[in-house]
């Protein structure tokens, strides 16, 4: 069995930053597309970003592009999320995802962190 711990989040004001790390245990996700998802009260949950094994094949919901990277280490084996200018609208819960079908899907893999708070006040 896989197991994804998230941790970084907090509070932070708009346009501050924050990385948040997720550790995997159990097996080794370098062979593995990984992805951040997020759920704000009353939305559904949606996809931020994705990365593929090697770590050069990556994509963004076009609301994070250009704030947010999403990066890995495979020898720590632990997936990042480094989030810049951050706006009030990016507040929700932040959960790590795997194993996904292709770094250009949607669909989430069965593995969920438990998800780390994110609140950004203006």
């Known amino acids: 069995q896989v197991q994804l711990v998230e941790s970084g989040g907090g509070s932070v004001q708009s346009g501050g930053s924050l990385r948040l790390s997720c550790a995997a245990s159990g097996r080794n996700v370098g062979i593995y597309v990984m992805g951040w998802f997020r759920q704000a009260p009353g939305r559904e949950r949606e996809l931020v970003a994705a990365i593929g094994p090697g770590g050069e094949d990556v994509s963004y919901s076009e609301s994070v592009k250009g704030r947010f990277a999403i990066s890995r280490n495979n020898l720590k084996n632990t997936v990042s999320l480094e989030m810049n200018n951050l706006k009030p609208e990016d507040t929700a819960v932040y959960y790590c995802?795997?194993?996904?079908?292709?770094?250009?899907?949607?669909?989430?893999?069965?593995?969920w962190g438990q998800g780390t708070q994110v609140t950004v006040s203006s």
């Open positions: 995802n795997g194993p996904m079908v292709s770094y250009m899907s949607t669909t989430p893999g069965a593995y």
